[in-house]
């Protein structure tokens, strides 16, 4: 009886080590298959794509001032930025949005905001004016201007130093203060 007791003891003792085992390497394996990258870390990225010009028929269009936007219950990512906007001689300054779809390029190894648009939603009762002067040329820089925006790197992993290389995201999980790529 003693025999059996302890045969079943090693048994049930070396299930337990086994089964720790695996737990431990597939909890490993899902680690490794995740990174974090923090809002100041996409942040940096921006600013140094920012400001930047488009000139289109006579009208150029100045984007300057990025402000990153996580937004949690959506799952994007907006910018908002300052536009200023000069057609025959007269500036205007319109705060407003770019928002795009989240890709990543697995050959140059980047995650980017491509397919921009341009979301002038911002408008408040200071600069309710400026709008209503603009309208004509706001309209114009929605037609023509935004479909030269170029896509923004929101992550160059080549500049993280990190052992990253992936072929594909699996997916993406935005929180307030990171990104969290799932390979």
Not at 6 to 28: E, K, Q
Not at 113 to 131: A, G, I, W, Y
């Amino acid at each position: 009886m003693e025999v059996v007791v302890g045969i079943v003891m090693r048994n049930t003792f070396t299930s337990l080590a086994i089964l720790v085992s695996l737990s431990c390497s597939a909890f490993a394996v899902e680690q490794q298959n995740k990174h974090r990258v923090s809002v100041r870390q996409i942040s940096h990225q921006l600013n140094q794509q920012f400001p930047f010009t488009l000139d289109f028929n006579g009208i150029k269009a100045a984007f300057e001032d990025p402000k990153l936007v996580l937004d949690v219950l959506e799952q994007n990512i907006e910018i908002e930025v300052s536009m200023f906007a000069q057609s025959q001689g007269a500036w205007v300054k319109i705060p407003c949005k770019l928002t795009g779809h989240l890709t990543f390029d697995p050959v140059d190894k980047h995650l980017i905001l491509d397919n921009l648009l341009f979301d002038n939603s911002k408008e408040t009762d200071d600069n309710q004016s400026v709008f209503a002067e603009s309208a004509q040329l706001i309209t114009f820089i929605q037609q023509t201007i935004v479909n030269h925006l170029p896509d923004l790197t929101l992550v160059d992993f080549n500049l993280l130093n990190t052992p990253l290389t992936p072929d594909a995201t699996k997916g993406l999980l935005i929180q307030s203060r990171h990104v969290q790529l799932i390979f």
